[in-house]
């Protein structure tokens, strides 16, 4: 009889190392001592989490991943991964998501996977995926944890891959090179409006989320003939256009206001990638032009998504970014100058062209034999590096969940969002990590 993978995967095997992705080598550059690139999926089930289980599933599914169970480490010229020679370790949940990630842990695993009561989280630096690649992993896990302790047999689609099989080539494709073009993008943007506020003691963040029944939003989606990204990120930017109109008083001092919306390339592009594969368009509003109602915000968000998300338009944008890699003189400068460089333009350029992010990984869908286990899941980024916010969202069954980030103390984005929804007629539960907010 054929021996299975999973008895021989573990048997003398020689460590995967593997070079960056084209997106993934800015993120050890850009880290700083108080902040790192890290964000969350996570998966609250019905009943607690037995973790002799779930360390079971995690020996069985980790090394079918090893692009995401992976480690970060040191070249002469270029950060490279190496996959993880045991399984990751179950972690504690601390006092608040996203603890930042140094650069011991990173050199040991990039991935933290976290059993709390009912939930399983995974957090992720995100050289190593996008949200898209770590759903893969999270639903997979989640999957072989069901298997294990219920017996059910739950099939491989949905993005749940097999842990029995040997991990396909396509899956550690770079695809930013693959598909890059001959006719470089532009990269000047213009400055976004930042909101500030009062910096958290020792780092903590403040998670907010707002959750929405889905009949609710798609029926205001469908008056406006929108999608919910659209919708949503149109709501984002009235919040955020009210805020500035309260503390910037002299419309000509006003600076746009940009929300930067992560894009999944993979249908669009065809890719098996497990590596990150996004790249983004940012809607923008001139305000010193004067306000704007909901419509007009949101016929910019369509007219700027209908022209940036097609094949044509983002082959431009990727190629900008592969080319630069590529030139000679980046080849050969030594890593140390390398990251000085690149921290350099990630701070002079990279996250002051938008207010924020908004990520829609979209509606989370699983075998109907794991349904009745799962209760919800969640997307959490982390802060910027230089602003106080990020926004997360999915859809699972029948409701919406968008988690804001923050780390100052003051809500006011969640405030002024929350009053835009009660302004389109949508009320939304808020829950949140800090007591008697």
């Known amino acids: 009889m054929k021996k299975s993978y999973e008895k021989q995967k573990l048997k003398n095997r020689k460590l995967r190392w593997m070079r960056l992705d084209n ?3 800015i993120y050890p550059a850009a880290r700083r001592q108080n902040w790192s690139n890290v964000y969350r999926v996570s998966v609250t089930f019905k009943e607690d989490i037995d973790k002799n289980i779930l360390e079971s599933a995690i020996k069985k599914t980790y090394v ?20 993880l020679s045991s399984p990751p370790e179950i972690m504690q949940e601390n006092s608040y ?24 989280a995974v957090e992720i630096f995100h050289s190593l995926t996008d949200g898209n690649g770590a759903m893969v992993f999270l639903k997979t896990l989640a999957a072989e944890y069901f298997v294990q302790k219920y017996g059910v047999k739950i099939p491989d689609e949905f993005g749940i891959l097999s842990r029995d099989d040997k991990p396909d080539e396509s899956e550690f494709e770079d695809s930013f090179l693959k598909y890059k073009g001959n006719v470089k993008a532009s990269r000047k943007e213009s400055i976004a409006w930042r909101l500030g506020g009062d910096n958290e003691p020792a780092g903590f963040l403040n998670n907010t989320c707002f959750k929405i029944p889905i009949s609710v939003l798609k029926e205001k989606v469908k008056e406006k ?14 919040a955020l256009q009210k805020l500035q109109k309260e503390r910037v008083k002299n419309v000509l001092k006003r600076k746009p206001i940009k929300v930067l919306v992560p894009v999944n390339l993979r249908k ?3 890719s098996n990638t497990l590596r990150n594969f996004v790249y983004y368009t940012t809607p923008e509003m001139e305000t010193r032009l004067g306000e704007y109602d909901f419509d007009e915000i949101l016929k910019i968000i369509k007219c700027k998504m209908g022209q940036d998300i097609t094949q044509k338009q983002m082959i431009k944008k990727i190629t900008t970014n592969v080319q630069s890699e590529e030139t000679l003189i980046v080849k050969l400068m030594p890593l140390f100058i390398k990251n000085i460089v690149m921290k350099a333009i990630f701070d002079a350029v990279g996250e002051r062209t938008a207010c924020l992010s908004l990520s829609n990984l979209g509606k989370i869908e699983v075998p109907e034999s794991m349904r009745e286990f799962i209760e919800r899941f969640d997307f959490i980024l982390g ?16 409701t919406v969940y968008i988690n804001f980030i923050r780390n100052i103390k003051q809500p006011y984005l969640e405030k002024a969002f929350h009053d835009c929804l009660m302004d389109m007629g949508i009320v939304a539960t808020v829950e949140s990590n800090r007591i008697g907010e």
Not at 97 to 119: C, F, G, Q, W
Not at 230 to 236: E, W
């Open 23 to 25: 997106a993934a080598k």
């Open 64 to 83: 079918r991943f090893p692009s995401i169970c992976a480690r970060l480490k040191k070249g002469l010229f270029w950060y490279y991964l190496e996959e």
């Open 97 to 120: 998501p996203l603890t930042r990630m140094d650069k011991n842990e990173t050199r040991k695993s990039a991935v933290r996977i976290i059993a709390y009561k009912k939930r399983l």
């Open 225 to 238: 003939n929108a999608s919910v990204t659209q919708y949503l990120c149109a709501v984002m930017m009235m």
């Open 268 to 270: 669009l592009l065809k």
């Open 383 to 398: 802060v910027q590096a230089t602003a106080p916010y990020n926004c997360g969202v999915l859809s699972f069954n029948d």
